[in-house]
């Protein structure tokens, strides 16, 4: 049994002048004072990576940064599955007795600390040296190649993928923290500057500052009561040209799992946050994870089923996609809105039932996947 | 076979994949090894050059100087003939499903496999 027992987030976009243990200080001070603890009861910390500062001990650099004296401490680096893969093993942890309170940590001044073409380039980095990089992909160009099939496979069109980032905007402007908080509309998204077609500029998450972090504990420390229920991941593949047919991606076997784990199914879930790097990503996950038929997601956007009085609302900070994105803090903010929504502490975006929670990392190009069910316990 | 490859990646015009004796599977990705079965015992082809055409994504913004100059160009995946699915640059109005055939062009200072529509007259393979 474990428990979220505290979450801290900055706000993200430009954060001049901070480095990213700067922000990651910032966000795990916030996750503490969250769960009313002091930084000598912290036994465990697991942290993320930063592009800007890499560094082959992370965790112990942030440790002594942040004065912790940690009986458990090491980076995790599952691309942008990084938050929910700290997260899984922070619950296993607990649950095995290693540690009563893990901080989980990430933080990086993206946006700041180098420069757009640094960030592009360093990330293109996931492709495979001598077979793909050479070719000049990028980011955008591996999920482009990705949106073409599904596409095709699908019969989803570029109108539809612009939905999911009206939404996140839309969603994104009752949230100060987020680096765009302008509505916008189907029209602006075609009309936006491509980048790697069939992905345009406002199909893309932004490049950020800021910094996320949370604590899990074996037992409850208030009553404020997150419980993890189960989780599980899928690695399938690093390498675009190395990933198995659409129907075969591992967000599907991840969810499988999950569900499996946590003894829920998908009509159980109340709130989602899913990744959302792209608005293909979006659209692909929300498919796999079976909150939407085959090429039916675009049309629940449309009819409000994932908007915060929807069905299900989905990322109401704004996802990567309008709040930011700042490597493995970026999806560490899904959950820290997951848990504000579900211990009814969201302010004017709080839903109406959040009591349980579907969260879904990807990192790579759809290459590892963790799935995560969280409870309101009382 | 730790060695470099005699094919584009090393400057040569030319596509290279394995075959596994053991499982008879084909991989692209080069190693030492069967990643499906494990063996050893992998022979080298040389690729007809022909194919189908996957998925694409034409690059607009690029990241550095050297490719830069070359945007927009098209990233494809191509299924090959030969069973394997492979990285390359296409002609910026390839469709899926098309089926294409490689020739080679020069990108930021390399070679790298270029697709073309198998009925293109620029088409040919060496």
């Known amino acids: ?277 792209f608005t293909i990503t979006l659209a692909m996950l929300l498919e796999d994870l079976g909150l939407a038929g085959r090429g039916e997601a675009a049309a629940r956007v449309r009819a409000g089923h994932f908007s915060r009085d929807g069905e299900m609302p989905l990322n109401t900070h704004g996802g990567l996609l309008s709040y930011g994105h700042c490597g493995v803090g970026g999806a560490m903010a899904h959950l820290v809105e997951a848990h504000l929504q579900m211990t009814g502490r969201a302010g004017k975006r709080q839903v109406r039932d959040a009591s349980l929670a579907l969260l879904h990392g990807d990192g790579g190009v759809l290459s590892s996947h963790v799935s995560m069910f969280l409870e309101r316990a009382r | 076979m730790s060695e470099k490859p005699d094919d584009w990646t090393s400057g040569r015009e030319a596509i290279l994949y394995q075959v596994c004796a053991s499982c008879r599977g084909v991989q692209y990705l080069r190693r030492s090894f069967c990643a499906a079965c494990g063996s050893t015992d992998l022979s080298e082809k040389h690729a007809s050059g022909e194919g189908t055409v996957y998925a694409t994504s034409l690059v607009c913004r690029a990241a550095t100087p050297e490719t830069r100059a070359h945007v927009p160009y098209n990233i494809v995946l191509v299924d090959t003939k030969e069973g394997f699915r492979m990285m390359a640059h296409g002609a910026n109005d390839l469709a899926l499903g098309d089926a294409v055939i490689a020739r080679f062009a020069p990108f930021a200072g390399r070679i790298v496999p270029y697709f073309e529509r198998a009925t293109s007259k620029r088409g040919r393979w060496r």
């Open chain 1, 1 to 277: 049994m474990s428990y979220i027992t505290g979450v801290g987030l900055t706000s993200y976009g430009k954060h001049e002048g901070l480095s990213s243990l700067d922000l990651m200080s910032q966000a795990a001070a916030l996750a503490l004072a969250d769960a009313g603890l002091e930084r000598a009861e912290i036994d465990g910390t697991l942290c993320g990576y930063s592009t800007v500062s890499p560094h082959i001990m992370l965790a112990t650099v942030f440790a002594e940064h942040f004065g912790i004296r940690p009986a458990y401490a090491h980076a995790v680096q599952v691309g942008g599955a990084t938050g929910l893969a700290m997260t899984m093993l922070a619950h296993h942890l607990v649950d095995a007795g290693v540690a009563n309170h893990v901080l989980v940590v990430g933080g990086e001044n993206r946006l700041t600390g180098q420069s757009r073409d640094a960030s592009i380039a360093a990330l293109a980095q996931v492709g495979h040296p001598d077979y793909e990089v050479p070719l000049g992909p990028t980011i955008p160009a591996y999920y482009g190649l990705v949106a073409s099939r599904y596409m095709h496979e699908y019969g989803v069109t570029q109108e539809d993928l612009a939905e999911f980032a009206v939404l996140m905007r839309a969603h994104a402007v009752d949230h100060p923290g987020a680096q765009f908080r302008e509505r916008i509309t189907v029209a602006d998204v075609m009309g936006s500057k491509p980048v790697a077609l069939p992905l345009k500029l406002l199909d893309c998450c932004p490049v950020s500052d800021g910094g996320a972090a949370f604590v899990v504990s074996r037992e409850p420390v208030s009553d404020v009561r997150v419980r993890v229920l189960g989780c599980a991941q899928a690695h399938t593949h690093q390498h675009v040209t190395a990933a198995p047919a659409l129907s075969e991606l591992g967000a599907e076997i991840a969810i499988a799992k999950a569900k499996a784990a946590a003894g829920v199914g998908i009509s159980d879930v109340r709130y989602a946050a899913v990744y959302d790097s």
